[in-house]
């Protein structure tokens, strides 16, 4: 049985302050992208 390749998906939540937004899946996708994962944020506030 063949299996798929890992995905990853990181959700950014919508935020309270709006200037501040979180840095932490922009350098959990980065670090999983360095590891050979596919990786992929988006904002659910957008």
């Known amino acids: ?5 890992l995905r990853i998906l990181s959700l ?3 935020m ?3 200037n501040t937004p ?3 899946t922009a350098y959990l996708t980065g670090f ?4 050979g994962i ?3 944020q988006d ?3 957008l």
């Open 1 to 5: 049985m063949p299996t798929s390749p």
């Open 12 to 14: 950014i939540p919508p």
């Open 16 to 18: 309270t302050q709006l």
């Open 22 to 24: 979180y840095p932490s």
């Open 32 to 35: 999983l992208r360095s590891r």
């Open 38 to 40: 596919e990786a992929t």
């Open 43 to 45: 904002d659910i506030a």
